[in-house]
């Protein structure tokens, strides 16, 4: 585009909240044919709030916890935000919060190790501690099978669904601490209100839409539902390291992706996409690796990017 039409673009972008980072960008933005969203914070509102605590049963898991801990959803809770406190993940934050909000008192672990995309390590005063996702228990030799009918069923009401296991008399020294699973957590988000209206829009002008998440399967079939974005077009359980990966997949027969998300773990995928589009309260990572920063943190401006893109270019032609 000249000058003069990339700076119309460009002022009329940042007056609707959407700011182009040059020139080249706004040629770009409407030549994408696919659209893919990250889930949470960017489909989502990324506020989550505590729905469940459950206790997983004794008589399943191979023995009993010390007689004084008694199988309690209180002390599953107790012992999950215990790990949690240390993470700002927001599901962490929200597992913390939810066993304030019912009275139990949260310490901070004497140690703490995140695991992207999977979960929290943790030693807290009740021992070892993991809560996260199937595959950080089953690695840590914890057989998720009890917990699995439990699981299921939360991820189908769209829930993010935690495992808690617990190593009662490992030390920090102890490099393969026998954890029995205790009990799961989950987490639930809403989905943000023009959510839906931008997909279908972006679908109506023949776009392929597609979400991407680090979640289960499960909850992202059930959130890709709920906005209208076709079951085979969910790509879920994706690693961080693997979300680049990904989109560079869909681009690869000659097509042009936009990538839009909020996270860390979204930055490598932004700066895969042809148009990496960030969501304006995401993390400065996202911004950063992002081409586009939606400033309302609002789906439906990414048509407006579209759009804006596609007016800039037909006045110069
Ligand atoms: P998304 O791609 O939706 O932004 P992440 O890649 O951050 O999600 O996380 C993927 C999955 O890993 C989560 O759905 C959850 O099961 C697990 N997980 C990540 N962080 C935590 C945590 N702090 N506590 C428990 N589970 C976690
Ligand atoms: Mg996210």
Redesign the pocket.
Known sequence: ATPAATMVGTAIGARNGVLFKGGDVLERVHEVDTVVF????TLTKGEMELTDVEVVGPATDGGALKPERERTEAFVLEVAASA?HA?E?P??EA?VDGARERGIEVDDPDEFE?V?????KATTRHGRVL???RK?LSEAGVDTAPAEERMDALEREGK?A?LVALAEDADDDDSDPDYRLIGIVADADTVKESAKAAVSGLRERGLGVWL?????GR?ARAVAEEVGIDPDNVMAD???EDKADAVDDLQSDGGQAMMVGD?V??APALAAASVGCAIGSGTDVAIEAGDVTLLRDDPADVMKAIRISEATLQKIK
């Open positions: 990250d889930k949470t914070g949690e993470s993940h599901l962490a597992i995140n992207p995309g999977q979960g929290v809560v996260g996702n950080l993010t935690m991407i998440t680090g979640d289960n909850t994706v690693l961080p996270g773990n979204d």
